[in-house]
Structures are given as C-alpha cells and as structure tokens.
C-alpha cells in the first residue's frame, strides 16, 4: 500500500499501529454475518407501507377496509394508532429530535409533508401480499401547493408547512408562522473593520443539491410486542440505544420494557440514527400478534429516509495583498426537510473552522420544505459549507497569486485559534496536513495536458466524544471477552479491542469482541460522530485498567505479597521474585477467587477536531462536460491510527463519497416536488470505475485527551472532495462552478456560454 | 399456482417449488435460508446480491426462479472448502477490503467470476469487471487491492 505516515508519536506501540484480521472479518467473507433482514423468526409477518403520492397534500381520509378484507391480511396502522405525541425535544447523541415531529414523520398525521411521506401500513403474511394489500388502502388526498428549492421556501408567500411554526431568532419573535424554523448568528471580531483592512475580497453565491448517504442496505426492522407487553426489534441501527429511547417516547412505554438487538449493519452515515419503520413494525406485531419484518425498498429509502440538505449559501472573505485573511461573512440557508432541525448549526460552526479568522459573522438558516426530513451525512453541514467557504479562499489565492497551500499555511487553525463559534482550538493538526500534502509525490508532480487541472481543499470535522460503555471478562485461557454497547459499521470492533489489547498488553487476536444488546451493556450513544474508536476506545481502556488492578491484587493474593509490590508491564505480572505472563495469571486466578471483570464507562465531553487535506488531478472533457479524476491524495490527522488500514479506509470511503457528491449526485426533482431519480441506477453513486486509488497520508498528531493520542477518522474525509474537485475544474477549464453536482450537462454549459 | 425447479447449488442437487413472480434471490433467502446474497435494491443496480450461475456473476434479484430448472448456481456460502477461504475471501480479509460487509458477498462472487476467466486482470479489468457492484463504504481502494492480491496470490481454485 501506498500510505505514508508522518507521526509525532513518542511512545511505541505493541498493537496499536498493527493490521490484524478484524474479528467479524471471517463471518463477512463468507456470508455467515447475520444482518436484521437475514432473520427469519417463526410465524414472521411482512408489512409494507402505503406513501403520499403528493408532494404537500392534506390527507381527508384513509380507508383500510378493503385491505383488511383480503385473507391474509393481518392488520393495518396509520398515525391514529400511535399515542399522542410529546412535544418534547430529546438529545440523541448526533442532534436532537422533537418528538411531535419524529411521530408524524413516522406516519402523517392530517398532512403529507413530502413525496413519500409514511400514512399508513399493512400486514400481511407473506411481503408480496403486503405490497398488494397496500395498494389497497384508500387515501383520499386534497393536493397543496409544495416547494422544494430553500430559498423558495422562505419567502413570504411560500406553501406552509407546519402552521406552528415561528422562527426562533435572537431577534423579537416575528408575528407570523414562516417555513424559517430558526436563525443562527455567530459574530467574532467587527467584519466592517475587517474588511476594510482587506486589499482583495471575494463574495459568491453557492448551492447544493440534496444528497443520499446511499448505505446499501436499506432500511429493516423486525419488531415482536409480546404478549408480556415487552417490545423486542432487531433492526440494522448506528444506535441502539437511541432507538430505544425513539420507541419508548413514541409508544409512551418504559424503556425497560424495550429491547433493541442491534444485527450487523450496512451501512449508515448517520442515516440510521432516527426511527423510520421500527414504531410501525412495532404497532403491527402488537395488533397482529406475530413478529413484523418491514424492509423498505430502494426508492422508499431515497424519498422517505433521511437525506441531507439542499443548501444555498453566500460567503464573502476578505485577504491583505500579503496573504493575510482579515475577515469573512457567511450567510447559510439548509433546508431541513419536512420538519425542522436540519443541520445548519454544525455547518455556521464549520464555515470558517480551518482558519485563523480575526473577525467573522455567520448567520444559518434552518428551513423546512416539501422533501424528506433530513439527517445527518457524514460530517453533516461541513461539506456543504466547505464547498463554499475553501472555493473562495481558492479563488483569493489566484487572485492574489499565492500558491494555494502556502495561503492556507498563512493562515490555518492552530492551537489557541478561536471558532467564530467561541470554542478555542486545543493541539489541532492542520498545518501537518497542508505540510504532508505539500511534501507529497504528488504535489511535488507534473500535471501536464490540455484540460486538466490540480486543486486542493481543506476540511474540518468537530469529532464527538459522548457515552460508551463496555464490560471486559477474563476467560481462563487468557483471552478477554469485551462487551460493547457500540454497533460496528466499519471495524470497530477490532479498533476497540486493539486498545483494551494493548492496555493489557495482549495480543488484538485475545480479546473477543461483541456488541451487544441494550440489555445487556450499559448505554452508549450512537456510533457516529466520528467518536467510537475515540470514547470508546477509551471505555475499554478503562476496562483494562479496572481488569489489571483486579490481576495485580489476584497475583498479590497467589503470591502471598501486598499488591503495591506487583507491578506489571506488558502484560507481564511481577512480585515477591516470581513472575507470571497475563495469560498463566489469568488461568490461575481463575482457580482462586470471584471471576475477573472489568467495567468501562465513559462520557467524554469533548470534541477531537479532525482535520484533512485533499489534493485532486483532474481532466475535463469539454465536448462533454464529464470530469475524470486522474489522481486523489488524502492527507488526514488521525491523532493515532489504531489500526492504519481501517483509517486508509475512512479516508477513502469519505473520499469517493465526496467525490460522487461533488460530480454526480443529486435528487432531480421536477416541477411537482417529486424525485425522479429515487434508484440507485439514476441517482447513479460512484462505481469503482469511476474513481481511481485514493492515496492516503496518515497524519498523527496525538489527541491530547486519549491516553493513545486517537481523534475520530470517520467523517472528515467527505468535506474537501467538492472544492477540491471545482478548484481543479478552474485550474483545467477556467471556470468556477459554484453549483452542485459538477456534473456533465452543468459544465458543458458552462463551458459553451463562456460562464 | 407454485412451480417445480430442479438446481444444483454449491455442487448440491436442490428442489423447490417457487411462484412465478419470486425471483432468484427471493427463494435463495427466504426459501433455502442462504441468505449470504444481499438484497441492496432489488432491481439490478447494486449487486449485493450477486451470484454465479452456469458460470458467470448475475444478479439473483434479476433472475425469475423459475428460470433455473437444470442450472448450476454459486453463492457465497459455497466459495469456502473444506473450511478454508477462498484466495478472494482471504485477500479481502487481509486486505481490509471491507468495512459494513453488506456489499461483500456480491463483490466476492464478482471477483472469483472474474478471476476464473481472467486470472492475471489489469486495474481496468477488475474495475470494469465490478462496476456492477455498489460499495459505499470503502471507496473501492482496498477491493481493487484485494483482487490483484488474489489474482497473485494464486490460480483461484474452481
């Protein structure tokens, strides 16, 4: 492999750094992983759902008779089934949800927000059936007028919503219910000042397009509400505990009376955090008394689950003819989707998150409209503000003639650089990335050829610390049994378990991972955030330290010596002349004495502040407008990569995701507020023909709240690719699209009119 | 009206009856329980649910069941023998050329369907060859990686 490391380690590492086999790597390969649609419980019931067919509809009435009369047909359930909805407002580790919203997203209730929307369900005993029987229920509708473009949607005479809704604003609260769920505004320093001390300012207008997090797998649930009245639902989930906390809100029952059994999940992006059809499954297999599978569809997973928004945004930036930035102003519009609490704020905090800004206004928009309401994607508003924010930073170094990274050198994020936001930086590793990209072969490189350009982006991601809790047992043979309440998505497993190994001073292949069930490990937040391999890692950290204690007083205990003279160092136990390695402890004290567990439970409350640099050759077609990348480097600061091949995977997973992003995907909708790509063969995600290898370069600058020095890796990946991408389309074309996708028809445009 | 289907699946003879609207995947999942073929979009575009039947990568979600009377279909759970994993298995877990795993048993099928025709593939042969098949999660680096590996490694064993 190509990765290149630069790190700042001062310690040496017996497993940390290495690249063991992941632990559920074998049952993967072979077919064996048990995923939530892979099970099939006895006298299993299938349920489907029926969809608005408008994009903004009252919904007069619903008429399940006819279904109900088909044999076979078990039950139906539309929203008047669920209780009445709490207005309340529930932190769920990556945002919050209000619950009145999450109800109604779940099934309408007296409207259809969106193409799509949920209104009502069917059971059935065979999934065919179900679809039949669907069809079948009669949802009389009276069309309204929809909008689905953001700026559309906040003016005055827009299609409302929600008739409820007023915009919270630091301002008075305005009189009237607007489609502007809130106002944010970050001020640091005076922008008048600012830009007044500017030689060369730059202001542009961006959009985006909604986008999918596009896991393969879509979205499934099996939910059994026993005659007990406990509500048991496997289910392909970033959270499990989350989900309980949804179900146990939206049914009103205890949590203890829920459990979540997390399956393997393909995949998430943070699209697997909120309920879609675990509430619905749930309320069937009551009703019907048998265990409900509802697995959507691909086309339901694109209009009824969460993309990510739509954004139009303005962001103006002001340099000294030396290079120095003096002051930026951004003005962002998310669109949040049917219901509010898009993900505007994480993107005003980011818009100017990689720069030493000394004065900056930011003011975010959060929207709502006639699409799905949206969640998290990966790093969720930090691509989309970084597409506008690095483009003029890009622009500004042209115009000034500096070189694009030395700009960025001037002027990064450093230790005790302040957000516009107020939070102030502690060891961040920007400057190692623009230097490890600086010092690549492939900037060092020629680009030579008629259309083709090179571009480099930066991008920054927060990284989450939250809860995680893990119980770590000693088996007699030496091994460690670890328990964690963390779904894996992408090898968690084995970064977790490399940490509890190294603290132990065992070997990765000696602890046997498992996540398990939320009755069976204490709470832990969603994975997402970038934070597993980070809190709870540390968790497991923790875990071993608590086992380690525990062995040093069992070897006291054997030895007949007071535990203050053991000591061990890896993994070996020393005291009262004798010795005895982890794994001869652990079987003698097994013989001795209470069984040895260790407990792990951490709730870290800060960010890790993740940072990347990509660098981006292109070459455009112009009889076509289509853009080939000809080579892609990704630098990153890792902190400490646990297991380097599963960070070279973050990183390029994020990276072709950012690049599909940038140059393809979109949700085409037409004039009725309808997707009309909602297929993986028309919204047409990245093939592996279309990218070509994503170099990596591991930047390592210990996190100086991990004990191993780890920053999240997940999400950071996916921000630099669009501006990457539209710098290099400038350097190849001259032309500077502010719009995405970059796609071919766009740009073929652009290319014939001159723009 | 169910009809009657005679195959063999992972070199064993297997009967079932199957109506004419399920398709290949439906009844390898829900009827015979292998369900190490994924159902991603069940119209063809992702390939999770890839399989080899006579011989080449087809997706089962695009094949009637009714079809494959007299047919020699492979699926995942027959690639490892005599429980050693295939070089393609190996190389994928070595390689860590996975991350949720959804996708992979679709592209381990594509892979070894590849390599028994084309033993020694360049870079553009494995990437054409699987841009059937829809990962998310890893970019595709590392799946290509593991392909050249097992191509190298030695002749997939048929």
């Not at chain 2, 959804?102 to 990437?127: Q, V």
Request: charged share 20%; aromatic share 6%.
């Amino acid at each position: 492999m190509s990765t290149e490391f630069m790190t700042e380690h001062s310690t040496e590492y017996k497993v940390i750094g290495t690249r063991p086999v992941r632990h559920d790597g074998s049952d993967k390969v072979t077919g064996k992983a048990v995923y939530t649609d892979d099970l099939h419980l006895p006298n299993m019931a299938f349920g489907a759902f029926v969809r608005s067919p408008h994009a903004h509809a009252k919904i007069v009435s619903i008429d399940t008779s006819q279904a109900e009369d088909m044999p076979g047909v078990l039950a139906t359930c539309t929203s008047a089934d669920l209780p009445d909805p709490w207005d309340k407002v529930d932190d769920l580790g990556e945002g919050c949800v209000n619950y009145a919203h999450l109800s109604g997203n779940v099934l309408a209730r007296g409207k259809a927000l969106y193409k799509g929307h949920a209104v009502a369900a069917v059971v059935a005993t065979d999934s065919h059936l179900a679809e039949e029987a669907a069809s079948r229920i009669r949802v009389e509708y009276e069309p309204l007028p929809a909008t689905t473009w953001v700026l559309d949607a906040m003016k005055e005479d827009a299609p409302l919503l929600h008739d409820d809704l007023i915009t919270h604003t630091l301002d008075d609260a305005p009189a009237k219910p607007s489609n502007i769920e809130s106002h944010i505004r970050f001020e640091k320093g005076n922008i008048e000042e600012g830009f007044a001390a500017a030689d060369v300012i730059v202001e542009r207008e961006f959009k985006t397009a909604t986008v999918h997090q596009g896991y393969i797998e879509p979205h499934v649930s099996v939910a059994s509400w026993n005659e007990d009245g406990r509500l048991k639902i496997w289910t392909a989930t970033q959270g499990s505990f989350v989900v309980r906390q949804q179900m146990a809100a939206l049914l009103k029952m205890p949590i203890s009376q829920i459990t979540i059994v997390p399956c393997e999940i393909g995949g998430g992006f943070g699209g697997k955090i909120s309920v879609y059809e675990q509430p619905v499954a749930a309320v069937l297999s009551r009703k019907c008394g048998r265990p409900v599978k509802i697995i959507m569809r691909r086309d339901e997973v694109f209009e009824a689950t969460g993309p990510t928004p739509g954004s139009f945004m303005r962001v103006k930036i002001g340099a000294t003819k030396e290079g120095k930035l003096t002051a930026g102003e951004a003005w962002l519009a998310f669109d949040a989707g049917a219901f509010p609490g898009g993900v505007i704020g994480p993107g005003c905090m980011c818009v100017f998150s990689c720069y030493d800004l000394p004065n900056a206004a930011v003011d975010g928009f959060d929207v709502v409209l006639n699409k799905p309401k949206t969640q998290a994607y990966r790093a969720p508003g930090s691509t989309h503000v970084a597409f506008a924010a690095e483009s003029v930073i890009d622009e500004l170094a042209v115009q000034l003639d500096i070189d694009p990274i030395e700009f960025r050198l001037k002027n990064a994020a450093v230790e005790g650089t302040r957000r516009v936001d107020g939070p102030v930086y502690p060891r961040v590793g920007l400057v190692e990335c623009l230097e490890a990209v600086k010092n690549s072969e492939h900037w060092k490189s020629t680009l030579s050829g008629p259309n083709r350009g090179r571009g480099v982006a930066c991008g920054f991601w927060f990284n989450a610390g939250l809860k995680s809790s893990v119980t770590a047992s000693v088996n007699p043979d030496g091994t460690v049994t670890l328990v964690e309440g963390s779904t894996d998505i992408g090898g968690t497993r084995t970064s977790i378990a490399m940490q509890l190994a190294e603290t132990l001073g065992i070997s990765a292949e000696d602890v046997i991972p498992q996540v398990a069930d939320t009755d069976s490990v204490g709470f832990t937040d969603v994975t997402g955030g970038s934070r597993t391999t980070f809190a709870t890692g540390l968790a497991a950290h923790e875990a071993a330290l608590d086992i380690q204690r525990q062995m040093m007083e069992r070897a006291a205990q054997i030895w007949e010596c007071d535990t203050g003279d053991v000591e061990v160092r890896e993994g070996v136990y020393r005291g009262n002349d004798e010795s005895l390695t982890f794994s001869e402890l652990a079987l003698k004290a097994d013989s001795v004495g209470e069984a040895i567990i260790g407990r792990g439970a951490v709730d870290p409350q800060v960010s890790t502040n993740a940072f990347a640099v990509h660098l981006v050759d292109v070459e455009v077609d112009p009889e076509t407008g289509k853009v080939t990348i000809l080579r892609y480097t990704a630098s990153q600061d890792a902190g400490t990569a646990i297991h380097p091949s599963y960070v070279e995977g973050q990183i390029q997973g994020g990276s072709v995701q950012g690049i599909g992003w940038a140059l393809n995907e979109e949700y085409f909708y037409d004039d009725d507020g309808h997707v009309r790509n909602a297929s993986f063969l028309d919204y047409r995600m990245p093939t592996c023909y279309d990218v070509p290898m994503i170099e990596t370069i591991i930047v390592e600058v210990p996190n100086p709240d991990h004990p191993y020095g780890v920053r999240g890796v997940g999400e950071v990946s996916i921000v630099p690719p669009p501006p990457a991408i539209a710098s290099a389309i400038q350097r190849a074309t001259g032309i500077r699209l502010t719009d995405l996708p970059m796609s071919p028809p766009k740009l073929w445009r652009a290319i014939n009119n001159g723009e | 009206m169910k009809t009657h289907v005679s195959t063999t699946i992972n070199g064993e003879a297997v009967e079932f009856l199957c109506q004419p609207r399920q398709s290949l995947l439906e009844i390898l999942r829900d009827e015979l329980s292998l369900t190490g073929c994924k159902e991603g979009c069940n119209n063809g575009n992702c390939g999770a649910c890839t399989v080899i039947l006579n011989g080449l990568p087809v997706d089962s979600c695009l094949v009637l069941a009714v079809e494959v009377e007299g047919a020699n279909i492979e699926t995942v759970e027959g690639v490892a023998q005599q429980r050693q994993l295939h070089p393609v298995q190996q190389c994928f877990l070595e390689g860590a050329a996975l991350q949720c795993g959804i996708c992979t048993p679709g592209f381990i099928m594509t892979s070894k369907a590849l390599l028994e025709k084309h033993p020694a593939p360049d870079e553009e042969e494995i990437r054409f060859s699987l841009a059937g098949n829809l990962c998310r999660c890893t970019g595709y680096d590392k799946i290509v990686h593991a392909v050249q590996a097992a191509a190298e490694s030695a002749p997939a064993p048929k």
